[in-house]
């Protein structure tokens, strides 16, 4: 199969706009026959989708996970040049997710991120193209892998970080979700993590922090993303287990049962 075809099956959303846009130009590189990238265009594959979403056109747009994964591939090229050079502990990070998503195409794939880390990309309009047809939840687990990448060799870079602050704020998510994220991946230097985790503060009440903790849970329940793909889900799975860590560990600093 040529690397058009399987790069460009089974897409919904990133089929137009400017991901169409960058990916069109990025597999005209390999092929010369490229099939025109039109938003709304006919997804034929049968995958399952992450929910389907009304486009200014009025058109019903499908979001399927082949979506999410060329999505977070612009992302991640974005972040990973953010600082002017890209580090073998962000590629790791990156390689480990084509090699999960891509199988026998990861090579490909990573032919694909080499040259997105050469392209001029507009990381506010793919963000905002993101915001208007993935759900809160797949975004929210879209911004997990850029912080990954952000704080891939256990240091804050940043000026990926920032880059991934810009991304979070144009998807449309908040401060106070971005910086719980933050908070479960960077180093635990800041005795308080546990409390931006679950987005409340120190001075909560016992009976707050439960309610928290149950209002998180909730937020980052693995079942949210199950249609987004495998990695994805682990990605929720994650967060999932964070926030228990988060609570657990604000029980035993205050005697909580």
């Known amino acids: 199969?040529?690397?058009?075809?399987?790069?460009?099956?089974?897409?919904?959303?990133?089929?137009?706009?400017?991901?169409?846009?960058?990916?069109?130009?990025?597999?005209?590189?390999?092929?010369?026959?490229?099939?025109?990238?039109?938003?709304?265009?006919?997804?034929?594959?049968?995958?399952?989708?992450?929910?389907?979403?009304?486009?200014?056109?009025?058109?019903?747009?499908?979001?399927?996970?082949?979506?999410?994964?060329?999505?977070?591939?612009?992302?991640?090229?974005?972040?990973?040049?953010?600082?002017?050079?890209?580090?073998?502990?962000?590629?790791?990070?990156?390689?480990?997710?084509?090699?999960?998503?891509?199988?026998?195409?990861?090579?490909?794939?990573?032919?694909?991120?080499?040259?997105?880390?050469?392209s001029q990309i507009d990381h506010v309009a793919v963000s905002q193209q993101i915001r208007q047809y993935v759900n809160y939840s797949t975004r929210l687990t879209i911004l997990q892998f850029l912080v990954n990448i952000a704080i891939a060799d256990g240091e804050i870079n940043s000026q990926e970080l920032s880059m991934v602050e810009q991304i979070a704020l144009s998807m449309g998510i908040s401060q106070r979700d971005f910086d719980s994220i933050v908070a479960i991946y960077k180093p635990r230097r800041d005795a308080n993590w546990a409390y931006t985790a679950l987005e409340i503060e120190v001075t909560a009440t016992d009976d707050e922090v439960k309610k928290a903790y149950r209002k998180m849970a909730m937020k980052y329940h693995p079942d949210k993303v199950a249609s987004a793909g495998d990695d994805i889900k682990q990605k929720a799975n994650e967060k999932f287990r964070a926030i228990n860590e988060a609570y657990e560990h604000i029980k035993l600093l205050r005697g909580m049962k």
Not at 39 to 47: A, F, Q, T
């Open 1 to 118: 199969m040529s690397i058009g075809k399987w790069l460009l099956g089974g897409l919904g959303f990133v089929l137009g706009g400017p991901i169409g846009a960058v990916i069109g130009i990025i597999v005209a590189t390999f092929i010369e026959d490229v099939p025109t990238l039109t938003s709304g265009s006919d997804n034929s594959s049968g995958e399952a989708t992450t929910g389907s979403t009304d486009n200014p056109s009025g058109n019903r747009t499908r979001v399927t996970p082949n979506d999410i994964k060329i999505s977070i591939l612009v992302l991640a090229a974005c972040v990973m040049k953010a600082d002017g050079h890209v580090k073998k502990t962000e590629l790791e990070v990156v390689k480990d997710f084509l090699r999960k998503n891509y199988g026998e195409q990861a090579q490909e794939a990573l032919q694909i991120l080499k040259k997105l880390l050469e």
